[in-house]
């Protein structure tokens, strides 16, 4: 099976600006969920979703956000973009067997100006 | 609120040591524990979790709810054990799969 995909790899923004990463999941797996990851704070968790809803949000404010298609494709979107918002941001599927059990993806790495 | 500490932030043993990485957990609930490893230019991945009670790897952690720590050893370590490993806390009995709170990470480096 092919991993979980995630797109652009890399990208450079200004502040201000909008933008939109995506995740593929695993064939099969219907929960998608984003984490942030920075020198300084370590992996943190964004929001999960499967079913089209989001179950679960992050401490994070509401420049952060996401959606899943009906195919279980994810993606989530950061407006209003500051030099903070730099970092990996990776994507996780789950096969739904029990919690934790996490498929990473490479991660978009992104870079605000 | 839940919180994993891993105290150490670099470990350096040599071939053939005994390894433990340590993690501690602070969580009210009843606490799913993984351990999730991230070899050099590969994905993070997961290694273990305390409710399989399994060795991968050569890896083994216990689940000591009276220390709340979910310690992460290896009798022998060898070169390829090299990596970031992660200590995570999931949520029993939820609605979430994909939800965990990380560790800071423990950068393990095995010298031959």
């Known amino acids: 099976k092919a991993g979980v995909t995630q797109t652009p790899r890399y990208l450079i923004k200004t502040r201000g600006q909008q933008v939109t990463l995506s995740c593929s999941p695993i064939?099969?797996?219907?929960?998608v969920s984003w984490y942030q990851q920075t020198p300084g704070q370590g992996l943190q968790f964004l929001f999960e979703?499967?079913?089209?809803?989001?179950?679960n949000k992050g401490n994070f404010p509401g420049r952060f956000s996401g959606r899943q298609f009906s195919n279980s494709r994810s993606e989530m979107n950061v407006s209003t973009l500051e030099l903070g918002d730099s970092a990996l941001y990776l994507c996780?599927?789950?096969?739904?067997?029990?919690?934790?059990?996490?498929?990473f993806g490479e991660g978009s790495r992104l870079t605000v100006l | 609120a839940q919180r994993v500490t891993q105290p150490e932030k670099l470990l350096s043993v040599f071939k053939g040591a005994p390894v433990e990485l340590k993690c501690n957990y602070s969580y009210s609930g009843s606490p799913e524990l993984f351990w999730y490893v991230q070899y050099s230019r590969q994905r993070l991945q997961l290694l273990l979790r305390h409710i399989s009670r399994e060795s991968i790897k050569g890896f083994t952690a216990d689940l000591n709810k009276g220390e709340t720590s979910f310690h992460l050893k290896k009798p022998f370590a060898q070169e390829e054990d090299s990596a970031m490993y992660y200590c995570a806390l999931g949520f029993a009995g939820g609605t979430s799969y994909g939800k965990l709170t990380f560790g800071q990470g423990t950068i393990l480096t095995v010298h031959p």
């Open positions: 996780a599927s789950s096969p739904m067997t029990g919690p934790g059990e996490l498929f």
């Open positions: 064939s099969g797996h219907r929960s």
């Open positions: 979703y499967f079913s089209e809803t989001q179950r």
